[in-house]
């Protein structure tokens, strides 16, 4: 039972980063808190691989690491979409 609650805690601060992420680059999360967590989780370990385990962890979430690794995925996705916008 203390996984479950674990994995919650991790999801549910995951897409808090993202969310922060989003408010960072220009263009928005194509989506609602579903969308934003695994934006999130993908933001943790792209952050985590980019700068590894800096500032305050909060359920196993490395708070900064995982808020720019979510505004570059971001800021990704946003350029990828618009590009495929203008092509259709």
């Known amino acids: ?10 999801i549910v601060i995951a897409a808090v980063c ?3 992420g989003d408010f960072l680059v220009p263009g928005r999360i194509p989506g609602g808190f579903l969308v934003a967590a695994v934006f999130g989780v993908i ?6 691989s980019l700068m590894g385990p800096f500032g ?6 490395h708070v900064v690491p995982a ?3 979510s ?5 990704c996705v946003n350029l990828v979409s618009r590009k495929f916008a203008r092509h259709t």
């Open 18 to 20: 993202a969310y922060i």
């Open 71 to 75: 505004a570059i995925l971001v800021f």
């Open 1 to 10: 039972m203390e996984w479950l609650i674990s994995f919650i805690l991790y």
């Open 43 to 48: 933001g943790a370990w792209i952050g985590g």
């Open 67 to 69: 808020i720019l690794g």
């Open 56 to 61: 305050p962890s909060l359920a196993g979430v």
